[in-house]
């Protein structure tokens, strides 16, 4: 299936700022049932874009526009090709667990096996885990399809309740969230259990029949967990399903802090106003004139505040 993306970010700012320094990541990964054959970076005001891939294989494109400017765009379009993952079995055999045990052991995935900046114990995790059965119970697969279910069911998928800065306590209070929250909180449960479980960023091509329970117009985020002779396996417990062709990967890391699809400053004593787009359609169906843009909640900075650090971080919700 080949997928057409087109993902429009715009930052408003108050007042004119004198210089943005921005990194981007959006460009689909190329990796095994995933191709990403084509991919454009326009930048409004107009700059020189860069770029490198990390260690892990994502593509970061990072760019300076060093005028004054009172508006930042940009927009990455993609065509990208997607196979079905390969089948999964029912479960795994019975030395699964021995073999996460020794994979932990050699010091291999440690960097998706510890706590991170989004995803680390707290109390309210732990009630959690003791309520849904977050513990070593039948075979590694089976527990992460049923933890996957049992997780959509405890929590209230609600757009815009939390931030990009928000911390796994909010969303576990409330008992609602939004994807990055649910990722977020599907990896907490399953590192201590000695699974390997990364943060994945992307997009989730709409469903025909029924609308899927994350919403439409934004990036997407799930999770990977690492089980043996299967490699990586995705897994969206916003949608309480296991990843398909529909899901589109962008970067993987161990939570959003490593993965965001914008992150940046800017010099001014300005507030910014973020607008972002998303469209992914099968490549053959027909393009709209524009995209709609929605306003995302950012974290709160005080004029003070920026005057004295004459910066602010930009980053992107994925819902």
């Known amino acids: 299936m080949y997928y057409s993306i087109r993902h429009l970010t715009r930052f408003d700012y108050s007042v004119p700022v004198s210089e943005s320094v921005m990194e981007v990541r959006m460009r689909p990964r190329t990796e095994g049932h995933q191709r990403c054959f084509q991919f454009k970076l326009d930048v409004s005001p107009r700059a020189r874009v860069f770029f490198y891939r990390d260690y892990l294989g994502n593509t970061i494109h990072h760019f300076n526009v060093p005028g004054r400017h009172l508006r930042l765009g940009i927009l990455a379009e993609s065509v ?30 440690s960097e998706f096996l510890t706590a991170s900046r989004f995803a680390h114990p707290t109390q309210g995790l732990t009630e959690l885990a003791q309520e849904i059965g977050a513990e070593r119970r039948m075979d590694p697969l089976s527990l992460i399809r049923d933890l996957n279910e049992r997780l959509h069911r405890a929590f209230v998928y609600e757009p815009d309740f939390t931030r990009v800065d928000s911390l796994i306590e909010e969303a576990l209070a409330a008992r609602r969230g939004v994807c990055q929250d649910f990722a977020h909180i599907m990896i907490s449960l399953l590192r201590p259990l000695r699974i390997p479980t990364r943060y994945v960023s992307g997009y989730l091509c709409p469903r025909a029949d029924r609308p899927d329970r994350s919403l439409d117009g934004a990036s997407h985020a799930w999770v990977e967990v690492w089980l043996p002779g299967l490699n990586w396996v995705g897994v969206d417990p916003t949608n309480d399903i296991m990843t398909s062709q529909r899901h589109i990967r962008t970067a993987v890391g161990r939570d959003y802090a490593d993965v965001p699809p914008t992150r940046g400053i800017f010099k001014g004593a300005a507030t910014s106003a973020l607008s972002v787009a998303v469209r992914v359609t099968p490549s053959s169906a027909p393009a709209e004139d524009e995209l709609q843009l929605t306003t995302i909640r950012q974290p709160n900075f005080s004029e003070s505040d920026m005057v004295a650090a004459a910066s602010q971080q930009q980053q992107q919700q994925q819902q």
Do not use: H, I, Q, T
Request: aromatic residues 6%; glycine residues 10%.
């Open 80 to 109: 990208v090709e997607v196979d079905e993952p390969s089948p999964l079995p029912n479960k795994l055999g019975n030395g699964a667990w021995a073999e996460l045990d020794a994979l932990a052991e050699r010091g291999e995935f």
